[in-house]
Every structure is written in C-alpha cells, then in structure tokens.
C-alpha cells in the first residue's frame, strides 16, 4: 500500500490499536514552558506518578520572559513566578531546562531546530499550538492541552485520533519579494482558517523544495492557522545539510544511518491524500492581513474586498478598516519582527538588507526580538545590529515578545502593528492593539517608511 509522509511517521510510532477506537501513539520529543507545564507536573504530584522519561524533554523560558535587562530580576510578579515554578518542577525531575540567560534560552519552536533536537521521522508535542513547526523536517508536530502534557510526563505517550490527510501543492518560482510567509498567508487566504480542521497537512512542489529550512519552518508554523493539526514537509538534502553539525544533532556513521532511513520518508508516489488542493507561484504577491484571523488576507497592492456578515463586520469595526479600501498607504505605528514564525536568523538578514543606509520613520516605534541567544549573537557577528542601531531600530532580547503579549512588550491600545507573528486576533499583542500581519521584508519596509508599503516597488 501507497503511503504519505505522514502515515509513514504516523504508523511507525503506534504502540496500541484500541479496537474500533483510538491508538496509543509514542512520543519522541516533548517540548515544555512556563505557561502549559505547572498544572501538568502538579497533577503527576497529586497522583504520585515520577515523570517517565525526563531525558526526551526539552524546557525553556519564553512567554513570559522580558526582552529587556534579562540580567535583573523578574519585575512582573505572576511572570517571575511561572519561571521559578518551572526551574524548580525541571530540577526537581531532572529534565535539562535552558532558562533565562543560558547560552541555548530561546523560544521553545527556535531551539529545538537550531540545536539539532528537532529531526525528520519523530513524533514531537508541546503545550502549544505553534508546535506545527518542526513539521518543516518531517516530522510529525502538534500542539497539546495541559491534561495532555501530563499524559506525555506520565507514559511519553499520547491515546488519538489519527487525523485525516490533505496536501497542498505549488510549484512554479516566486517572484522577488515574495517570501514564505506571503506564500503560507496566501494559502490561509484562499482556502479559510477552517479548512484543515482534522486533517495533517502535507506542503509539496517546487516552491516547498526551494526554500531555505528557516522558509519551511515558517509555513508549517502556520498550519494551525488554516485549523491542521500541523503541516509537514518532506526531508531533503536541505533538511540533512541544516541537521549536519548542530548541537545535539547525530553525528558520523549515525548521521548516515539516520539520512539512510529519512530519505526513506517522503510521500510514496500515487500516494492517496484525503483532500488536495494546488496553487501556482506566479500567482502569489506581497501579502498581508486587514482584519482579525489570518484568513482575512490580500496582496499588497488589493483593496480590502467587499463582504457582509457578522463576523467581517464585527473585524472591520475594531480594524477601523472599510471594505474597498486600498491597505497600501495605511500609516502604522509599530513594527514588530519576531515570534516562532520569523525570529531567525534569515529573517533579520532580509529586514537588514532592507533597512542598510536607510533610517526609521520618526512615527514608528520598530521592535526587534530574536528568537534565541544564538540569533541574537548571530545578528551581532555578521554586522546587522551595527545596521538596525543606524537606521534607529531596537534590538531586544530573545522570547515571544510582541506575539502575545504576555509580558511588558504590548502594543497600545488602537495602535496599528505591522507583525511577523502569527495570529491578528482582537486584543492579540495588546488590549485594543490592530495587528497587521506580513513578512520580515514588508514590515521592514513598513518601519523605514512610516506606512504600508510594496517592498517590490522600492
């Protein structure tokens, strides 16, 4: 029988079939944080269950974490309490945890690539949603409940529903400018943010195979984002070129035998998928956000699109936005290039490239947050903080910063945001905040000009 990626992954990490019913399915990684970990290991303590395996779990500080003065101690109270809780619950349990300061500290959805934890083949959760990442090599990545985590401490195994299978193909060449995150909003745009409910979602063709991991990483972030419960692309040599050398990553003769076995992964051709869908590059433009879900999304150089109902009323009423307006020219008010969708290192190349010689528009406020340390001491070593620092931008420290909103990073009230997170929901970055999302290059070109802007036409 024909398989897919995904059932390939999927079928070799099933320990037991209930019958008629779920499986048990085998966990190989299990990323934990601040905000979904206290309630998960304090269950294990009220039912007297040691964690099974701390050995295949990987803890960081992220949400609540501040991106300034790392250094002095935690002035938020409920944010330097979670972090303690989580220092105090990884000794206790001997997991290895990278807290604020340590040398690998990031977000959960950074590091494990950039370390070589994240490889093709393996079953990876985490307490949230953005988990869809690790996709990008192969793997199978999902977001999990708290109840779930607990699930995992107890048993590093989880009891499910094998989702369905949908793919999505687009070949072609994008044209310049364009990036992966116009060609994951592109996708959201045309297809809903319902569309992968139930489904894993396969990204194929000659656009996916082009792109850097850090492209890839970026479109399966956002799979979560059309309602999958995670996206994959297959591994290539891309993907054994990235792993090679990292961290914890395998080394010599086990290299080999674990590329052996991951160039085995990739969809078996006729392979039958539950739902298709294609599109072409050619057709994909500078994208970005008008309203409130990542659905709501249009090329650059679109007016919003006329549309009636509760739902785009209600968004273009906090938007203060009016259907058949043109969104180029809008002036904004902050940008923000950070999050686990674009935070690396090859997103502030793109945003320097931009932004050298030029200088910040006096009327925006440009918050810069890498997504690890080792991103933030590659921006220093390659000279591109020297160009941030000239242009007037402000390099912050490693974390989730802006995207949520769970520390001092907020965007103010009625202020617009140009985000290269992930989510543009009402109040998502801040209590009244209008979030606007695009790519590194487009908010880059946002922040040098002082409003929305075509980076292609600059």
């Given at each position: 029988?024909?398989?897919?990626?995904?059932?390939?992954?999927?079928?070799?990490?099933?320990?037991?079939?209930?019958?008629?019913?779920?499986?048990?399915?085998?966990?190989?990684?299990?990323?934990?944080?601040?905000?979904?970990?206290?309630?998960?290991?304090?269950?294990?303590?009220?039912?007297?269950?040691?964690v099974?395996?701390?050995?295949?779990?990987?803890?960081?500080?992220d949400?609540?974490t501040?991106t300034?003065?790392?250094?002095?101690?935690?002035?938020?109270?409920?944010?330097?309490?979670?972090?303690?809780?989580?220092?105090?619950?990884?000794?206790?349990?001997?997991?290895?945890?990278?807290?604020?300061?340590?040398?690998?500290?990031?977000?959960?959805?950074?590091?494990?690539?950039e370390?070589?934890?994240t490889?093709?083949?393996?079953?990876?959760?985490?307490?949230?949603?953005?988990?869809?990442?690790?996709?990008?090599?192969?793997?199978?990545?999902?977001?999990?409940g708290?109840?779930?985590?607990?699930q995992?401490?107890a048993?590093?195994?989880?009891?499910?529903?094998?989702?369905?299978?949908?793919?999505?193909t687009?070949n072609?060449k994008?044209?310049?400018?364009?990036?992966?995150?116009d060609?994951i909003?592109?996708?959201?745009?045309?297809?809903?943010?319902?569309?992968?409910?139930g489904?894993?979602?396969?990204?194929?063709?000659?656009?996916?195979?082009?792109?850097?991991?850090?492209?890839?990483?970026?479109?399966?972030?956002?799979?979560?984002?059309?309602g999958?419960?995670?996206?994959?692309?297959?591994?290539?040599?891309?993907t054994?070129?990235?792993?090679?050398?990292?961290?914890?990553?395998?080394?010599?003769?086990?290299?080999?035998?674990?590329?052996?076995?991951?160039?085995?992964?990739?969809?078996?051709?006729?392979?039958?998928?539950?739902?298709?869908?294609?599109?072409?590059?050619?057709?994909?433009?500078?994208?970005?956000?008008?309203?409130t879900?990542?659905?709501?999304?249009?090329?650059?150089?679109?007016?919003?699109?006329?549309?009636?109902?509760?739902?785009?009323?209600?968004?273009?009423?906090?938007?203060?936005?009016?259907?058949g307006?043109a969104?180029?020219?809008?002036?904004?008010?902050?940008?923000?290039?950070?999050?686990?969708?674009?935070s690396?290192?090859e997103?502030?190349?793109?945003?320097?490239?931009?932004?050298?010689?030029?200088?910040?528009?006096?009327?925006?406020?440009?918050w810069?947050?890498?997504?690890?340390?080792?991103?933030?001491?590659?921006?220093?070593?390659?000279?591109?903080?020297?160009?941030?620092?000239?242009?007037?931008?402000?390099?912050?420290?490693?974390?989730?910063?802006?995207?949520?909103?769970?520390?001092?990073?907020?965007?103010?009230?009625?202020?617009y945001c140009?985000?290269?997170?992930?989510?543009n929901?009402?109040?998502?970055?801040?209590?009244?905040?209008?979030t606007?999302?695009?790519?590194?290059?487009?908010?880059?070109?946002a922040?040098?000009?002082?409003k929305?802007?075509?980076?292609?036409?600059?």
């Open positions: 029988m024909k398989k897919t990626l995904f059932d390939k992954v999927w079928d070799a990490h099933v320990v037991h079939q209930v019958e008629n019913g779920p499986q048990v399915l085998y966990i190989d990684k299990h990323l934990i944080h601040e905000v979904t970990s206290p309630q998960a290991f304090e269950e294990l303590d009220s039912r007297n269950i040691p099974f395996r701390p050995q295949q779990i990987v803890a960081t500080a949400h609540n501040p300034k003065n790392q250094h002095l101690p935690i002035a938020d109270e409920l944010s330097r309490l979670q972090l303690q809780k989580l220092s105090e619950n990884c000794k206790k349990n001997n997991i290895e945890l990278y807290a604020l300061g340590h040398q690998y500290n990031g977000i959960i959805h950074v590091i494990a690539p370390l070589g934890v490889q093709p083949g393996m079953t990876m959760v985490c307490g949230d949603s953005h988990t869809s990442t690790h996709g990008a090599f192969g793997a199978i990545a999902f977001g999990i708290t109840s779930q985590v607990a995992v401490f048993s590093q195994c989880l009891l499910l529903q094998k989702p369905k299978s949908m793919r999505v687009v072609g994008l044209k310049p400018n364009v990036h992966p995150k060609v909003l592109y996708i959201i745009s045309k297809l809903g943010t319902n569309s992968g409910t489904y894993f979602c396969e990204y194929a063709g000659e656009v996916f195979e082009q792109m850097s991991m850090e492209g890839r990483m970026t479109v399966c972030n956002m799979s979560i984002e059309m999958a419960r995670g996206g994959m692309i297959a591994p290539d040599q891309t054994f070129d990235y792993i090679k050398g990292r961290e914890f990553a395998p080394k010599g003769a086990q290299l080999e035998e674990k590329i052996a076995y991951w160039k085995t992964l990739p969809t078996d051709i006729d392979a039958s998928f539950d739902k298709e869908y294609h599109f072409e590059a050619e057709d994909i433009e500078p994208m970005l956000t008008f309203g879900n990542p659905g709501m999304g249009i090329k650059i150089t679109d007016s919003i699109p006329q549309s009636t109902g509760q739902s785009f009323d209600k968004a273009m009423e906090y938007m203060r936005f009016e259907a307006e969104m180029e020219g809008k002036k904004v008010d902050y940008v923000f290039i950070g999050s686990c969708t674009n690396r290192i997103d502030f190349r793109v945003a320097a490239a931009y932004i050298k010689g030029k200088q910040k528009a006096q009327n925006i406020t440009a810069l947050v890498p997504g690890s340390q080792q991103v933030a001491k590659q921006i220093v070593e390659e000279g591109l903080l020297d160009t941030f620092e000239e242009a007037g931008f402000e390099l912050r420290e490693p974390g989730c910063s802006a995207c949520l909103a769970m520390n001092d990073d907020k965007i103010p009230p009625g202020a140009v985000s290269t997170s992930n989510r929901f009402e109040g998502r970055q801040g209590p009244g905040s209008k606007i999302l695009a790519s590194p290059l487009t908010a880059a070109a922040a040098v000009n002082g929305i802007v075509n980076p292609s036409q600059q």
